[in-house]
């Protein structure tokens, strides 16, 4: 299992949202064959720090599955419009 970091940011620093929310949503969008283990999040009001543990043994591929991951989530979540990976 590998550890892979993103964090997002919304353009307009009045956009917060709930980490459980934001959990919630991403997880959503995880497929069987993405890997994903587990995810953890940590909001503030200036952005949110995901970490999620994924099956393999590649950083890189752990890395780029989540920025895929997130950016669907983004993409396909009106509540995420305003926010961009960073």
Not at 6 to 26: E, N
Not at 61 to 82: F, Y
């Amino acid at each position: 299992m590998v550890a892979a970091h993103i964090r997002i940011a919304p353009l307009d620093s009045t956009t917060p949202i709930d980490p459980s929310v934001l959990r919630d949503l991403i997880y959503a969008q995880t497929a069987p064959g993405n890997g994903v283990e587990h995810i953890r999040v940590r909001a503030g009001p200036h952005g949110a720090d995901i970490l999620a543990f994924i099956d393999g043994d590649d950083p890189k591929e752990a890395t780029d599955t989540l920025h895929r991951i997130v950016d669907m989530t983004i993409t396909s979540t009106p509540l995420l419009r305003p926010w961009r990976i960073i």
